[in-house]
């Protein structure tokens, strides 16, 4: 998937109390439809049980309030580090005149930094999920219509497998019929990403196909569809459109490439989890799912950023895989 086929469109709202500026709506970086496109309010709302006792009301009231309380603590642990560190390495600052940043090697030209020597492990790693980024899905390969099927057993294990063009598939929140419409610059990794959360972390999978956490909102992100989102947000996160990644970001996940050949995909799992912990602190709706990712792609940079951090098991947001 060439990076001018990715696109994106980000609305401008505000998140956390703070005002965002739009993405450049550049061709390599813009979505030729909303990141959600247009499906009918019918299909896309999950409407409330009016028959819930009152012990299940503070059940989900409990339930939102230690996701809301995790993700805060996270939050400021990742703001903290964040400003520590500026203080520390700021361009103002005696200590960051003297002690350059060597975790994340030296600034080039255009103050984008130069990533560190790789092993020929690394460089191996990081040509191969390139080359998953750069695979289209293709809807006619059998092997592709193989994952999609894959991908519904490992959702619904007790249901009966149903034909690739269904209703039944908008239940998984594909927002048609025919899930192989929905990828537009997803690429097949996407497809790949969900089957991976699926096997990886099955209770987490299921919790947020099923949106069993918390109090939902009336009109839900459809489950596949942000899938895809978030696996196209992460490619670009992590600047892997480039030669080598030269933010942040990226150098640090060139270092969890050492140790963890699957680092986008845990990575990928994370940030599904991480978007509808936002979802719910913000208790958004279907409009604001554009903010929502926003802010949890800032949340995932900061934690990325963490002096202490040198695994995926490492950043804060890990533990809500197991909550």
């Given at each position: 998937m060439a990076s001018a086929t990715l696109r994106r469109r980000l609305h401008h709202g505000d998140v956390d109390g703070r005002k965002y500026e739009r993405y450049d709506a550049t061709d390599s970086e813009t979505l030729s439809e909303p990141l959600l496109g247009s499906s009918s309010t019918d299909n896309s709302r999950d409407g409330y049980n009016e028959e819930r006792t009152l012990e299940d009301i503070w059940e989900e009231e409990r339930?939102?309030?230690?996701?809301?309380?995790?993700?805060?603590?996270?939050?400021?642990?990742?703001?903290?580090?964040?400003?520590?560190?500026?203080?520390?390495?700021?361009?103002?600052?005696?200590?960051?005149?003297?002690?350059?940043?060597?975790?994340?090697?030296?600034?080039?030209?255009?103050?984008?930094?130069?990533?560190?020597?790789?092993?020929?492990?690394?460089?191996?790693?990081?040509?191969?999920?390139?080359?998953?980024?750069?695979?289209?899905?293709?809807?006619?390969?059998?092997?592709?219509?193989?994952?999609?099927?894959?991908?519904?057993?490992?959702?619904?294990?007790?249901?009966?497998?149903?034909?690739?063009?269904?209703?039944?598939?908008?239940?998984?929140?594909w927002q048609g019929t025919d899930p192989s419409t929905d990828f537009r610059g997803g690429g097949y990794i996407s497809l790949e990403n969900l089957i991976f959360f699926a096997k990886t972390y099955p209770e987490s999978f299921q919790r947020?196909?099923?949106?069993?956490?918390?109090?939902?909102?009336?009109?839900?992100y459809p489950f596949a569809v942000a899938g895809i989102n978030i696996s196209f947000m992460l490619a670009q996160m992590l600047d892997l459109q480039s030669g080598k990644p030269s933010t942040i970001a990226g150098i640090r996940f060139l270092e969890f490439l050492e140790e963890d050949e699957m680092a986008f995909d845990n990575l990928y799992c994370i940030a599904f989890q991480m978007m509808d912990a936002q979802w719910l602190a913000k208790r958004a709706s279907y409009m604001e799912f554009n903010d929502v990712l926003k802010s949890m792609r800032a949340q995932l940079e900061r934690e990325l950023a963490l002096e202490d951090v040198s695994s995926i098991r490492d950043l804060p947001a890990f533990n809500l895989l197991y909550k």
């Amino acid at each position: 998937m060439a990076s001018a086929t990715l696109r994106r469109r980000l609305h401008h709202g505000d998140v956390d109390g703070r005002k965002y500026e739009r993405y450049d709506a550049t061709d390599s970086e813009t979505l030729s439809e909303p990141l959600l496109g247009s499906s009918s309010t019918d299909n896309s709302r999950d409407g409330y049980n009016e028959e819930r006792t009152l012990e299940d009301i503070w059940e989900e009231e409990r339930k939102r309030q230690q996701v809301h309380w995790t993700l805060i603590f996270s939050q400021l642990i990742a703001q903290w580090a964040q400003w520590i560190a500026k203080i520390v390495f700021g361009s103002g600052s005696l200590f960051g005149r003297f002690l350059p940043l060597a975790s994340f090697g030296q600034m080039g030209t255009g103050g984008r930094l130069l990533p560190p020597p790789l092993s020929m492990l690394q460089e191996e790693r990081l040509r191969n999920i390139k080359r998953r980024i750069e695979i289209p899905f293709d809807g006619s390969r059998m092997e592709h219509q193989d994952a999609l099927r894959q991908l519904w057993r490992l959702a619904y294990p007790q249901r009966e497998l149903p034909p690739l063009k269904s209703e039944l598939w908008k239940e998984m929140g594909w927002q048609g019929t025919d899930p192989s419409t929905d990828f537009r610059g997803g690429g097949y990794i996407s497809l790949e990403n969900l089957i991976f959360f699926a096997k990886t972390y099955p209770e987490s999978f299921q919790r947020l196909l099923h949106k069993q956490d918390g109090t939902r909102a009336e009109w839900e992100y459809p489950f596949a569809v942000a899938g895809i989102n978030i696996s196209f947000m992460l490619a670009q996160m992590l600047d892997l459109q480039s030669g080598k990644p030269s933010t942040i970001a990226g150098i640090r996940f060139l270092e969890f490439l050492e140790e963890d050949e699957m680092a986008f995909d845990n990575l990928y799992c994370i940030a599904f989890q991480m978007m509808d912990a936002q979802w719910l602190a913000k208790r958004a709706s279907y409009m604001e799912f554009n903010d929502v990712l926003k802010s949890m792609r800032a949340q995932l940079e900061r934690e990325l950023a963490l002096e202490d951090v040198s695994s995926i098991r490492d950043l804060p947001a890990f533990n809500l895989l197991y909550k």
